[in-house]
């Protein structure tokens, strides 16, 4: 994301308790700033790349931040929808590794669905 210091400023910059790109352009696009996306381009970022190691610190983190984005800029009942709908995705994908670790003999895909169950006694106050 590239943008200039002033818009980074007017926006009141990165929120200290949630540090999504998402909830900086939602806010840029309610101030009537504009986003452009243009998919020819690619940026490779190093960022990130020891949390491809720590597969439950990546979902937990992913999680938790669709929680705080809807819990901050929606209605209660679409934030509690957000939840009903990622525990539902959440448990389908537990159960769906369960499958296929048993059928694979594959210990990852176990480790996967095991994730995937823990993600269901996550919330926005999580750590």
Not at 22 to 30: A, E, V, W
Not at 55 to 84: D, E, G, S
Not at 97 to 111: A, H, P, R
Request: aromatic share 16%; with cysteine; hydrophobic share 35%.
């Amino acid at each position: 994301m590239i943008m200039k210091k002033e818009t980074f400023i007017n926006l009141g910059g990165k929120d200290e308790n949630y540090h999504e790109d998402t909830d900086l352009c939602y806010r840029l696009t309610k101030s009537r700033g504009k986003t452009l996306y243009f998919p020819q381009i690619s940026i490779i970022h190093g960022g990130g790349a020891s949390t491809k190691q720590i597969q439950w610190f990546q979902l937990k983190n992913k999680v938790i931040a669709r929680f705080k984005y809807f819990y901050k800029h929606y209605p209660l009942y679409y934030y509690l929808f957000a939840i009903i709908i990622e525990h539902c995705g959440n448990l389908v994908r537990s159960i769906i590794y369960s499958i296929l670790g048993v059928v694979t003999f594959n210990i990852e895909k176990f480790e996967l669905a095991k994730y995937y169950m823990k993600a269901l006694t996550l919330s926005r106050k999580s750590k």
